[in-house]
């Protein structure tokens, strides 16, 4: 969910042995088909998210401030999902009020967060060097899976995970641009993956009953309404430009730009990343958004003629190995706890009926 950058879910059925404590659902809890599901969310996600780049940028150079782009991206993507959430709440308008902890959470972190830590961070630092921190992030979301969770990562998973990231740096060309990096901006880059990481966890959890697009949506109310406030104080500069912008090699209205950013690159994108969340859990969800970066390279490639180096495409050939091998890890995973699980549930009817006999 770089800065530069709905659907209504049902709840995933609790398997026999129970979920874990917390109430998220774990990789090994999730039914092929939930999991499979999943992965194409976060894929149509991650490639939504990676036209935003497209989008914004016509946008920042026909004279819009990077605060007045996101906010006018929050407040139009609230607009989109506002009738599709009002009809998925249906019925169900107290779930917001259980959960308003979580919706409030969301939006302040998961949406001002990530966009005011990613843009205070490129003031001071490279935006390839921003970004790789940023989805660093993605490592918190396992340590937390793992210190509060219990779910302790497999040793493939995390060998697939430093691939991953180790891939992303190759993509984004870090390597020689770190020298003249500020302290300062390395510590908002920290914040937006903080904020990151608070993104998929909580998209993750079941939020009392409140569904994906109805969290898309208040998260954006609240995000909106944060960035508005920084826009007041003075922290986030608020320019905008009513001229035409240069999109896809062309000169476009600026309104097409915007639609383009608030249709696809947020409210698509948001929507269908939470619901992909809830899907595949926290973690697996998190590494397979690191195609974000390789989505956004293939669009510029495409649409603005953009060369990636034999370098780049290695690092990208190495992100989605990586990918691979985590998702490929976790239905190893998944399929060795259900095989645990029935014996365990064949055992215990085994005693029961045991137990019968004797009695009887």
């Known amino acids: 969910m770089s800065a530069s950058t709905g659907e209504r879910v ?47 940028n016509s946008l920042l150079n026909a004279g819009w401030s990077p605060g007045a782009a996101v906010l006018v991206r929050m407040l139009g993507a609230s607009l989109v999902l506002a009738p599709f959430a009002v009809v998925a709440l249906r019925g169900r308008w107290a779930s917001l009020w259980r959960a308003r902890w979580t919706c409030l959470a969301f939006g302040l972190f998961a949406m001002a967060g990530c966009q005011l830590g990613f843009f205070a961070a490129v003031q001071t630092v490279p935006v390839s060097l ?29 060998l697939g995970g430093a691939a991953a990231l180790g891939g992303l740096a190759l993509v984004l060309g870090v390597g020689g641009t770190a020298g003249g990096a500020g302290g300062t901006g390395l510590v908002w880059a920290g914040v937006a993956g903080v904020c990151l990481a608070v993104y998929f966890l909580l998209a993750a959890r079941p939020g009392a009953g409140v569904p994906a697009l109805a969290l898309a949506w208040v ?28 999109l896809l090699g062309g000169r476009v209205p600026w309104w097409v730009a915007l639609l383009g950013l608030v249709l696809i690159a947020t409210a698509l994108a948001y929507g269908s990343g939470i619901a992909a969340a809830r899907h595949l859990s926290a973690a ?7 195609t974000e970066v390789l989505f956004a390279a293939a669009w510029a490639w495409v649409a603005l003629g953009q060369q990636l180096s034999p370098l780049q495409l290695v690092g990208g050939a190495v992100v989605l190995a990586g990918i691979v091998d985590v998702r ?33």
Not at 133 to 156: D, H, I, K, M
Not at 222 to 246: H, I
Not at 342 to 359: F, I, K, P, Q
């Open 130 to 158: 921003a970004l790789l921190v940023e989805y660093a992030g993605v490592l918190l979301v396992v340590a937390w899976s793992w210190t509060v969770g219990g779910q302790r990562p497999r040793l493939r998973t995390a």
């Open 284 to 290: 697996p969800a998190s590494f397979v958004a690191l």
């Open 219 to 246: 998260g954006m109310l609240v995000g909106a309404a944060v960035l508005a406030l920084a826009g007041a104080t003075g922290l986030l500069p608020m320019e905008v430009s009513g001229g035409d912008v240069d």
């Open 328 to 360: 490929s890890d976790g239905r190893g995973a998944a399929q060795q706890a259900g095989v645990v699980a029935e014996a365990a549930e064949v055992e215990a009817s085994s005693t029961s009926r045991s137990t019968e006999t004797g009695t009887a």
């Open 10 to 56: 049902t709840t995933v059925p609790v398997p026999r042995q129970g979920r874990r404590p917390g109430g998220a659902a774990t990789s090994a809890d999730l039914p092929a088909a939930s999991a499979s599901r999943g992965l194409v969310l976060a894929l149509v996600s991650a490639g939504a998210f990676g036209l935003s780049g497209i989008f914004a």
